[in-house]
């Protein structure tokens, strides 16, 4: 139990706990806007503290409530395309990861040399990572496409992603 709080409360201290992270936040930045001489670096140092503390709050409730309910969607919220993006390019490392690091390191840079783009990028042009693949590893690319499916199975209900998953396996 977090605090001796039960599992009815729960939900009520987390969007508590959340906007009393929000509200040091904004007073924080309140602040640092207010001062700008040189003899307030302490103070402005101070302030950046709070702002890191703060996020950090609430990066650890975010992950803890994602972990708990399995809720990964939570993350997909707010910019849709950053965070589908954002979420292609994770399981693509992920899955890259597996096969080992060079694989990793070697599919970056060519995606890099090649098209000016990062994993994440492949979410909009799943085709170079497609050619990519298929051009570093030949039919064993397939083992590749299968581990980012798995990666990304739980979201490929939703159309984006669907899309990219079908155009990543051509």
């Known amino acids: 139990m977090v605090f001796g709080i039960d599992d009815k409360n729960k939900e009520k201290f987390y969007a508590y706990q959340f906007n009393e992270y929000l509200a040091d ?11 700008t001489s040189k003899k307030d670096s302490e103070k402005i140092q101070e302030q950046f503290s709070k702002i890191n503390k703060s996020i950090s709050g609430i990066m650890g409730l975010v992950l803890e409530y994602a972990e708990k309910t399995g809720k990964r969607e939570l993350f997909l919220a707010s910019d849709a395309l950053s965070n589908k993006k954002a979420l292609v390019g994770s399981a693509t490392k992920q899955a890259l990861l597996k096969m080992g690091e060079p694989a990793y390191e070697i599919v970056v840079q060519c995606l890099y040399r090649q098209y000016q783009c990062s994993l994440a990028d492949c979410f909009e042009h799943p085709e170079y990572l497609n050619k990519i693949l298929k051009e570093l590893f030949g039919k064993s690319h397939i083992v590749i496409v299968e581990l980012i499916k798995k990666q990304l199975e739980e979201f490929s209900y939703q159309k984006p992603i669907k899309q990219f998953l079908v155009a990543v396996s051509k």
């Open 25 to 35: 936040i904004r007073i924080a930045v309140e602040n640092l806007k207010r001062r």
